[in-house]
């Protein structure tokens, strides 16, 4: 080879078979350096937590295990443990009320504001900004402001009471608390629907739409017939999301009612953080949240097909 | 100065069942030889505090800064804030605990002990002289002395003097449970409520102050459904039911009470910071507890704060610790923390001084001797917190009554 260099008379310059050869090679080095931080990032941030949360849910993890490292492993004892506890079933009726109704009521509601933002009216442009801060604050800013908006003596109850309604403490009610946080959560989540679906509407064909019309099709049967159906792909996908996303509600809980009153508020995740961080069984708050984990994949495996079916669609 | 003792507190107590979990990590520490008193020029030590108000910071340095000169020391006092209680066991796995530290008896204290990093004061000329034993109790584990406690906390009863005159009610002490109900009803008006509690769960405010009305009604905080605990949640059940402690007090944690210093309640509980709260706007006094019933003594929960020793193989650093933790802990020291600091002095000659100073501290004080360390509970306290928490809720707004609560709460 060295000889066959030499006589193409370019010294120093590899020869051509050796040339390609390389040029894979660096191309594959070069791929594996682009994906290298990328897969240290995704074992790092992701699968490490996640494989030490199934590991602190199989063992007796306690404060004295961050001091000699010691945790016994008790395979599924803490499984066991907090599904015999009725409170555990409470939370799980809890959590999915609170995540199917604010779903629902969001996507709704959802959608009526980014109708009402895809029309023209004094106000239009900036509006959809302006009810994006919602969105943008923080959980427990949120639960703080609407616990004192909530509270008896609240802004709330002011107004119910000047229009004649009747007037409560709602978070200190047991039959209120947890409608009072749907509604929070709905609040919080609002803005970011608006704005998903405001964009997705803007893929509409607005032809479509005044054909449609032209034909003598009403309002109703224009969004049914032409906005769903076409918006569609992008509502699957926010609704997995959500529900994903307000299966892990605590903040806003912790701070509103801290699952109170009488456990009406409890939810998995508000559970986890109680065994972990107030109770310091680390063990059991991780098998609540393994419970959790579980539910959320599901959603995931069909948030995942969904995708799949859109993208061979397209 | 409210704030920062109940954001202490925030922190200390929901870990105060570590200590159990820590005791398995038990390990022998260096011990060192008692050696004289005298000779400790030269010698450098520094000192943990975590208490990090004023005037409680500034008095702490000047304290300590003024023993180490008399005893020929260099003093280097730093506060710590922020978890001060990781920060202990971090510096104590890493063999690199401060010479002298704040702890507080009910985690941190056991905590370090049970690990063997603390040295025994009784070695040295240390000792709990002065005290009620309760409070001596407090710097023990395992009936060694490894903390000398400075300054306790217990709780009372405060009322606003103006609720009282316009209600015409004289200022009484109530003697029973009932007697408080019928009092916090007479209080009762369309803008003021009789009382304010805590009654959230997770920040610790609920069965801190749930704890002396189950003790004086001659519970066991570790009994969740036995005699004292039901009068007690029954006692909460009933304030709710006559009107005088709002349903709202479910949400409530340790800001309850802006109910009271607001003027939207006539009483509440809290502790000796109070005492020294200069930004009430109202004349307000002080009661002790009640019990559930007449004729018996009311009883409170204890917390303090001790100085703790490194346990150190150099002994003359060690003996320098303890000699000045012995200097700082002296009685006029005490004095001046309590009347400065808002804290109830350790020393009974102190706390006695400090009543004359400050008379509403004497149900305070009153109460040290024979109170309860809740420290005893162990892990346990954090699941009881919690259960105690539920049964409140359950039997106020929940609708049933305080045996039903106690037993669903504690799944018994």
């Not at chain 1, 009216?121 to 801060?133: A, D, E, H, V």
């Not at chain 2, 009910?106 to 709990?128: E, K, M, N, R, W």
């Amino acid at each position: 080879m060295t000889a066959h260099t030499i006589s193409t008379g370019r010294s120093g310059a590899p020869a051509p078979g050796r040339f390609r050869r390389s040029l894979a090679a660096r191309r594959r080095g070069e791929l594996w350096g682009f994906l290298t931080p990328a897969l240290v990032f995704f074992v790092v941030f992701f699968l490490f937590p996640l494989g030490y949360g199934v590991y602190m849910s199989t063992t007796n993890f306690t404060t004295g295990t961050f001091i000699t490292g010691r945790a016994p492993f008790v395979g599924t004892t803490n499984f066991a443990a907090v599904l015999a506890e009725p409170i555990t079933f409470r939370a799980l009726a809890n959590t999915l009320t609170i995540t199917l109704v604010s779903v629902a009521v969001e996507l709704v509601l959802g959608l009526l504001l980014a109708l009402l933002f895809a029309r023209t009216f004094p106000g239009s442009r900036w509006l959809p900004t302006l009810i994006l801060l919602p969105w943008l604050l923080p959980a427990v800013v949120v639960a703080t402001v609407w616990k004192s908006l909530l509270a008896g003596d609240g802004p709330i109850n002011d107004v119910l009471g000047a229009l004649g309604l009747p007037v409560q403490a709602w978070l200190a009610n047991p039959a209120t608390a947890l409608p009072s946080v749907i509604v929070v959560a709905v609040w919080a989540s609002l803005p970011y629907w608006a704005t998903i679906l405001g964009a997705a509407l803007k893929q509409v064909p607005a032809e479509q739409l005044e054909a449609a019309q032209l034909d003598g099709a009403g309002a109703w049967r224009r969004l049914t017939a032409i906005v769903l159906p076409t918006i569609w792909p992008v509502v699957s996908v926010l609704v997995v999301m959500s529900v994903v996303y307000t299966l892990l509600i605590v903040d806003l809980v912790l701070v509103l009612t801290a699952g109170g009153p009488a456990n009406s508020t409890v939810t998995l995740g508000l559970l986890s953080y109680r065994q972990a961080f107030q109770q310091f069984q680390f063990g059991l708050g991780g098998a609540y949240g393994m419970l959790l984990l579980g539910i959320s994949v599901v959603f995931a495996i069909v948030y995942t097909v969904m995708s799949m079916r859109r993208e061979r669609e397209e | 100065m409210a704030s920062s003792s109940q954001r202490l507190r925030r922190l200390a107590l929901p870990a105060v069942g570590l200590t159990a979990a820590l005791a398995l990590t038990a390990c022998a520490g260096g011990q060192a030889a008692p050696v004289s008193s005298d000779g400790f020029q030269g010698v450098q030590l520094t000192v943990w505090n975590n208490i990090d108000f004023e005037p409680y910071q500034s008095l702490q340095k000047g304290y300590f800064e003024s023993c180490a000169a008399d005893l020929g020391i260099t003093v280097d006092v730093q506060t710590q804030s922020g978890d001060y209680t990781t920060k202990l066991l971090q510096a104590a796995g890493a063999k690199a605990l401060p010479d002298v530290a704040i702890l507080s008896t009910d985690t941190q204290l056991p905590q370090l002990a049970s690990q063997g990093v603390l040295a025994d004061l009784s070695q040295y000329d240390v000792t709990t002289d002065g005290l009620a034993d309760s409070a001596a109790d407090l710097g023990r584990y395992d009936g060694t002395l490894y903390g000398l406690p400075v300054q306790v906390e217990d709780y009372a009863i405060f009322y606003n003097k103006a609720a009282f005159a316009a209600a015409g009610v004289p200022e009484t002490a109530p003697k029973t449970f009932d007697d408080l109900v019928s009092l916090a009803g007479s209080l009762t008006t369309g803008s003021q409520k009789g009382i304010v509690l805590p009654g959230i769960g997770g920040d610790g405010s609920t069965p801190v102050y749930f704890l002396p009305f189950l003790l004086s009604a001659g519970g066991d905080p570790a009994d969740p459904t036995g005699a004292g605990a039901v009068e007690a949640v029954d006692l909460y059940k009933n304030l709710v039911g006559n009107g005088s402690l709002s349903t709202e007090f479910v949400n409530w944690g340790w800001e309850s009470i802006d109910q009271w210093t607001s003027g939207a309640a006539a009483m509440t509980v809290s502790g000796p910071w109070n005492l020294v709260d200069t930004s009430i706007p109202f004349e307000w006094g002080t009661f002790p507890f009640p019990t559930a019933k007449s004729g018996e003594s009311p009883k409170v929960n204890l917390l303090g704060y001790a100085y703790g020793v490194a346990a150190n193989a150099d002994a003359q650093k060690e003996a320098a610790a303890a000699a000045l933790v012995k200097c700082r802990a002296s009685e006029e020291n005490q004095i001046d923390t309590a009347v400065q600091g808002g804290y109830i002095p350790a020393l009974k000659s102190a706390q006695d001084a400090f009543v004359e100073k400050v008379p509403a501290a004497a149900p305070f004080v009153d109460a040290v001797d024979g109170a309860y360390n809740s420290a005893q509970l162990g892990t346990e306290w954090n699941t009881l917190q919690q259960e105690y928490v539920d049964a409140i809720q359950s039997a106020t707004v929940g609708g049933q009554t305080a045996q039903a609560a106690l037993e669903q709460a504690s799944g018994k």
